[in-house]
């Protein structure tokens, strides 16, 4: 049985303010194998208050810096294949072999090719009298769908960390434990606390408390 009942916030398994649980299904076998934290509007409060109040140190990080930090999380996100694999053929349904062929692949590529540009993206550059500087400007809300759980999840937090972007993630309640061993990942590797945050729970409850939140 898979269970993760906390949400992860400010570097830390924190207790939800919601008493409430999902169960999630194995469409292969319209089974529940986990359980995981119904969240509410606090919850992505506190996880969004965390992940502003370390923005800008986070975005005046050196390039240098969250090179290591994305080729970390490369190596670790390896140490965790059978972890990842297990976790997807579990909720997405799928057969082993397109869970470590397809879904654990994907998700690997894209911290490996955020890694990979940042030698040779360009942050600050002179354009005739002028200086263009690109930084992240605030916390990323990020809402990702069921079907391909690490592509959609790596895809858009690999690019944030490379960005120098802090972040509050809710994975789809159908398809969660895969973002769940990456919070794992990134806690394991010392992503700075407040700079990944997860929070799980459904649409209505969480989805909706990101999209309004003003600091997104």
């Not at 869970?99 to 890694?115: D, I, Q, T």
């Amino acid at each position: 049985m898979f269970e993760q009942t906390k949400q992860y916030i400010n570097g830390q398994w924190v207790e939800s303010h919601s008493n409430e649980t999902i169960d999630v299904i194995n469409p292969a076998t319209e089974q529940a194998f986990g359980k995981i934290a119904k969240g509410n509007a606090q919850d992505v409060e506190d996880a969004v208050n965390a992940a502003d109040s370390v923005y800008l140190e986070f975005r005046n990080t050196t390039v240098e810096y969250r090179k290591n930090l994305l080729n970390d999380i490369v190596k670790e996100y390896e140490n965790r294949k059978e972890d990842l694999v297990k976790a997807m053929t579990l909720e997405l349904g799928t057969p082993v072999t397109a869970s470590e062929n397809v879904h654990y692949e994907m998700g690997l590529s894209h911290f490996k090719a955020a890694r990979d540009a940042l030698d040779h993206l360009n942050f600050r550059e002179r354009r005739g009298n002028n200086v263009v500087i690109k930084e992240a400007i605030g916390v990323s809300g990020l809402i990702t769908p069921w079907n391909f759980p690490t592509n959609q999840t790596a895809l858009k937090l690999a690019g944030a960390f490379a960005a120098g972007s802090t972040v509050v993630l809710k994975p789809s309640e159908e398809t969660p434990f895969a973002a769940i061993i990456l919070a794992e990942i990134f806690d394991k590797v010392g992503v700075p606390a407040g700079v990944f945050n997860l929070v799980n729970g459904d649409g209505m409850g969480v989805g909706n408390p990101i999209s309004e939140n003003e600091k997104n």
